[in-house]
């Protein structure tokens, strides 16, 4: 998405940014400007930083959207078939509130534990060249598969469609606002591991 932009889109690109000792920008041989994708990575990664402020009040304030009693207790992904798929796409209705809201608990819970952070780590540099964020992409949905009998695709949908199927939950709004700071923030941590690899 960031790897090249047109002619136009260079031009006015450049007219409105500033120039900085860190940029790295080269015309390619068609003319488009390449961005190296790392500088947007870094940006990224920084900004993220910045929302979270300091790593302890990052964690506490994670933390409090996983305070109370969780109905899936999950300390890992469980072994595929132990729980059968009972969310597809032959629902006619939205997968029920408080299996999403679970979802979200349980998987942030387990995004925040330093054993599954170095598993995905791991699991990114076994030689298969799988990014990072694609690893911990497939951990999540092997924790909506297997451990919460939702099929994958048909579950990231409902995920996104929750705001509009449950309107006035603000409880459920919230829990998606904190499953997405814990998964970024877990993914700075996994950084943080592969870099020390």
């Known amino acids: 998405m960031f790897g090249s932009l047109s002619k136009a889109g260079a031009r006015k690109a450049a007219a409105n940014k500033k120039t900085t000792s860190t940029e790295t920008a080269a015309n390619d041989a068609s003319g488009n400007v390449q961005i190296d994708d790392n500088v947007f990575n870094f940006l990224k990664i920084s900004n993220a930083l910045d929302t979270l402020k300091s790593e302890e009040n990052a964690t506490a304030s994670l933390s409090d959207f996983l305070v109370g009693e969780n109905t899936h207790p999950h300390k890992d992904v469980i072994e595929k078939g132990v729980v059968p798929i009972k969310y597809d796409v032959s629902r006619a209705e939205p997968i029920p509130r408080d299996v999403i809201y679970d979802f979200w608990r349980a998987c942030g819970s387990m995004l925040l534990d330093k054993n599954i952070i170095k598993k995905i780590v791991n699991s990114s540099c076994d030689g298969s060249g799988r990014a990072l964020h ?16 939702i099929e994958p695709d048909y579950g990231c ?11 006035d939950d ?21 950084l943080k591991v592969r870099a020390g690899k």
């Open 134 to 149: 694609l690893a911990a992409i497939d951990f999540q949905r092997s924790v909506m598969e297997y451990n919460f009998g």
């Open 157 to 167: 949908n409902q995920m996104g469609l929750a705001a509009s199927n449950y309107p």
């Open 170 to 190: 603000s409880e459920l709004q919230d829990g998606a606002a904190g499953f997405m700071r814990i998964a970024m923030h877990s993914f700075i941590e996994q």
